[in-house]
């Protein structure tokens, strides 16, 4: 423990990782929730029914205090870049800071521009500008995760660049957007986000039934959000064994990690629990199916898997990115078995029993246990390297104090912790008090109603 208070290294890395593990759980929800309040908008202006509006009304509330902490977290990310890895920029800044650029220019000004009339311009401006507005939000946080996602794919498969004075130079900006992971990494990414906000609005809506609301809003946005999900899902799996596949070609020392594979072995088992021993570079109770690593990874019952010794020390630590791994997938297979069984009973055109709404409750955050492990797969797995094959973490670290480090790090985790609770405490709080509709919201669906024939909605 006094080693670890005494590394700047390792506390650098723990405040990086709290960092970024807080930040992400937000834009996990916005990205696709903000296309979800798009959809919402389109349902209302095609058909007219007001309880479209309602659903749009309840979850753009929630979109902006969601986005609202994801801005504030992002800002102290590129702290970091300075505080604690200087020479990450010096050496890789190139191309690092233009890339973060871009995403200001391109994601953050659209999103600010329009966020104003996406939440305030809805009986101020006319319905179709309000509805543009909603679609360059939504299109604003999908080029944010573009830019993002193209910068960290970079770190992860560096192409496009050359080497001067130890500086990384650009030499094709094409080649290190689109550098050989990113296309699975982006997919990946906002199909997760897909997921995310699907069981966050279920399980919200899921818990405003529970609680007695009767009106059809939660409902149709609990239904909405089963049928992304049962969609989103397997989509979700196919496009991660595409990852796989290229992680394998293009960092098979993270594949070994994640599959537990220290001896270069063809036929390699799929290990379903195991205990991996770095002491001993061995797996101890290990429980496997024959041939199936090697079948998911190279579609060949005998093809050949690299071991972890094959690497000579320049891999991975083994336990987090083994056990991060079958986390991800253990709750991605949980939501898929939910999403579906949800969707067969409505299907069936009956009620969701009240103990499915408790489930659906439950895992109202399903999607940010999935996203923080395979987040964590993905940034532990690239180590020891922060731009595999061209710097080293240990090399681009601060040469602060430990001590200052420590600081910062346990005001982060406090203020963190506080952000945390009151986030949910105010989710929670705005579900309950829609229980009841406001009067201001029944007046102008009274409104709305005297005007239009109403439909129920399918």
Known sequence: MQEVLDSTLILSRIQ???????????????????????????????????????????????????????????????????????LFMERVGNIAGPLLGYEVLTAFFLEATFLGIMLFGINRVPSWIHTLATFLVAFGTSMSAFWI?????????????????????PESWLAIIFNPSMPYRLSHVLLASFLTASFFVAGI??????????????NLALQTALVLAAVVAPLQMFVGDLHGLNTLEHQPQKIAAMEGVWETEKGAPLLLFAWPDEQSRSNKFAVGVPNLAS????????GEIKGLNEFKGLHPPVKPVFFGFRIMVAVGLLMLAVAWFGVYVLLRKKALPVWFLKVVCAMTFSGWVATLAGWYVTEMGRQPWIVSGVLKTADAVTTQPAGNVLLSLALYALVYS????????????????????????????????????LQEPK
Not at 160 to 167: C, Y
Not at 205 to 218: C, I, Q, V
């Open 16 to 86: 990086f990782a709290l960092n970024i593990s807080f930040h992400i759980l937000f834009p996990s929800i916005t990205i696709a929730l903000a296309w979800l309040l798009f959809y919402f908008k389109l349902k209302f202006q095609r058909t007219g029914h007001p309880v479209w509006m309602r659903v749009y009304r309840f979850w753009v509330k929630i979109f902006a205090l969601t986005f609202a902490i994801g801005v504030v977290t992002g800002i102290t990310m590129s702290f970091q870049f300075g505080t604690n890895w200087p």
């Open 149 to 169: 996602i193209a910068l960290n794919s970079w770190m992860q498969t560096p192409a496009g660049f050359f080497m001067e004075n130890g500086v990384a130079m």
């Open 205 to 218: 809506s899921a818990y405003r039934l529970l609680k007695g609301d009767t009106k059809k809003a939660p």
């Open 295 to 302: 079948i998911i990874l190279t579609h060949d019952s005998q």
């Open 418 to 453: 506080l952000l945390l609770w009151a986030y949910l405490h105010t989710v929670f709080y705005m579900a309950r008090k829609s229980v009841l509709v406001e009067e201001f919201e029944t007046q102008s669906l009274q409104e709305m109603e005297s005007k239009v024939a």
